[in-house]
Structure formats: structure tokens, C-alpha cells
């Protein structure tokens, strides 16, 4: 094989092997946020959690209005959540700009965003504990079942799999008090 003959076949596999490597980046990129929703379950036909909880509790008219009123209630405390959040990971990620950040103002500041966070939990409890009240026995039988897929159309997307909790395998309910 000559020289010439050498070089035109590397200059072929060289152009398909970059033809390949640019086909892939575009088909990526354009399914980037097809990749996205995928995390996230799909939206109910008729509507939000609301709608959902209303037509699979089969809820009837006062448990409609006291649901219809606790939720509007549950978005008004939450939208003030959202926005402590926000202005604490805003506040967090400004240190990055600082040098030499001790781990104990990393811990501080990262608490404060945690402390908004799990406030927001407690209120998202606290909210459907009491829809949960209010419902008779069959009712609460369907709402235990149904809860997950709730709070996971409500949630953003997953998080990444990782390993469980300690204490917190499959069907254990009480988990162990966090650590000091």
C-alpha cells in the first residue's frame, strides 16, 4: 500500500469518524429536553394534583371546598418557601466568589437553604394530613395508595439513584433520627 493511498483511506475514516461525532452531539442537544421530562411523570389530563386527587378520592362538594381552600393556602406558604430558597442558594453560591470559605460558613449558609427546604416538607405534610383527615375509610385507602404518584407529579425530577438511607430500606416506615 503507498503513501497516497494510506493517507486517503485515514482521510475517509477521519471524515466519518467526525461526520458520526457531529450527528451525535446534534441528536443530543435537540433531545435534551425530551431527556428532561422523562424525570418527571407525566401531567394529568384533566390538571394538576388537585384535579387528580379530587377525581381518584372521589371527593365530594364540602371536601372539594375545604381541599380547594387548604390548597390555595398550601401554594401561598410555598410560594414563600420558593422564594427563601431561591434567595438563600443566591446568597450560598455568592460565596464561591470569596476565597479561602471556611467549611464551617459552607455549612451555615448551605443550613439555612435546608432549613427553608425542609420547612417546605413539613408544610406539604401538614397539608395533606389534613386532606387525609377529612376523608372517609375507602377514601384513605385510595389516598395511601396514591400518595407517591401525587407528591411525584408535584416534585421536580428525581434526583439520580443512589443508595438508601440507613434505616430507610423498602417498607421500613420509621427511619432512624438523623445523626449529630
Not at 86 to 100: A, M
Not at 121 to 126: E, G, N, S
Not at 153 to 179: A, D, S, T, Y
Request: aromatic share 8%; net charge positive; glycine share 6%.
Amino acid at each position: 500500500m503507498n503513501n497516497f493511498t494510506y493517507n486517503r483511506w485515514l482521510s475517509v475514516i477521519t471524515l466519518l469518524l467526525l461526520t458520526a461525532n457531529i450527528l451525535t452531539l446534534a441528536l443530543l442537544w435537540t433531545n435534551k429536553s425530551k431527556d428532561r421530562g422523562d424525570l418527571r411523570l407525566p401531567p394529568t389530563p384533566n390538571g394538576g394534583a388537585f384535579e387528580f386527587l379530587n377525581k381518584e378520592l372521589k371527593l365530594d362538594p364540602a371536601q372539594q371546598e375545604a381541599y380547594k381552600k387548604w390548597r390555595d393556602e398550601h401554594r401561598e406558604g410555598e410560594k414563600g418557601f420558593q422564594d427563601s430558597i431561591r434567595r438563600s442558594k443566591d446568597i450560598f453560591f455568592e460565596l464561591i466568589k470569596r476565597t479561602n470559605v471556611s467549611d464551617s460558613v459552607l455549612l451555615a449558609y448551605s443550613s439555612r437553604v435546608g432549613a427553608f427546604e425542609q420547612q417546605r416538607d413539613i408544610l406539604t405534610f401538614k397539608h395533606f394530613q389534613k386532606l387525609r383527615a377529612i376523608c372517609n375509610k375507602e377514601q384513605q385507602t385510595k389516598f395511601d395508595n396514591i400518595i407517591e404518584d401525587v407528591l411525584r407529579r408535584m416534585g421536580g425530577p428525581k434526583r439520580p439513584p443512589g443508595p438508601p438511607l440507613p434505616g430507610m430500606e423498602k417498607g421500613e416506615i420509621n427511619p432512624p433520627p438523623p445523626q449529630e
